[in-house]
Nanobody, 115 residues
Framework: QVQLVESGGGLVQAGGSLRLSCAAS????????MGWFRQAPGKERESVAT????????VYADSVKGRFTISRDNAKNTLYLEMNSLKPEDTAVYYC????????WGQGTQVTVSS
C-alpha cells in the first residue's frame, strides 16, 4: 500500500535551517506529483510547495518563496524540503503528500522554530 514517511523535523532557532525528507513506497513515485503541506495549531492545512513528477515544475507559497526549496530523487523514491531562514511562523506539522490522483498523506513531522 501507499506509504509516505516524513523525517527531519525538530527544534531550531529562528534563522536556522532544516531539511525534511519523505520516503515513498507502495506506488510508482516517479509518476506522481508531490507536495509539502503544513498545519499550525488552530489553523487549516496549507500548501507549502509542490513539484511535478519530473521535478521540472515547482510551485511555492508566497510565505516561503526564496527560503524553501522542494526537490525529489526519483531513483531513491524520496521527496525533500530544504528550509532556510526559518521563522517562528514556520512552526507547524509538515506533511508530504501525493498531488496526482487521490491525495495520500504521510504522518507528519513537527517543525518548531524558536524566536
Amino acid at each position: 500500500q501507499v506509504q509516505l514517511v516524513e523525517s527531519g523535523g525538530g527544534l531550531v532557532q529562528a534563522g536556522g535551517s532544516l531539511r525534511l525528507s519523505c520516503a515513498a513506497s507502495g506506488f510508482t513515485f516517479s509518476m506522481y506529483g508531490m507536495g509539502w503541506f503544513r498545519q499550525a495549531p488552530g489553523k487549516e492545512r496549507e500548501s507549502v510547495a509542490t513539484i511535478s513528477w519530473s521535478g521540472a515544475i515547482t510551485v511555492y507559497a508566497d510565505s516561503v518563496k526564496g527560503r524553501f526549496t522542494i526537490s525529489r530523487d526519483n531513483a531513491k523514491n524520496t521527496l525533500y524540503l530544504e528550509m532556510n531562514s526559518l521563522k517562528p511562523e514556520d512552526t507547524a506539522v509538515y506533511y508530504c503528500a501525493t498531488t496526482t490522483g487521490p491525495r495520500r498523506w504521510g504522518q507528519g513531522t513537527q517543525v518548531t522554530v524558536s524566536s
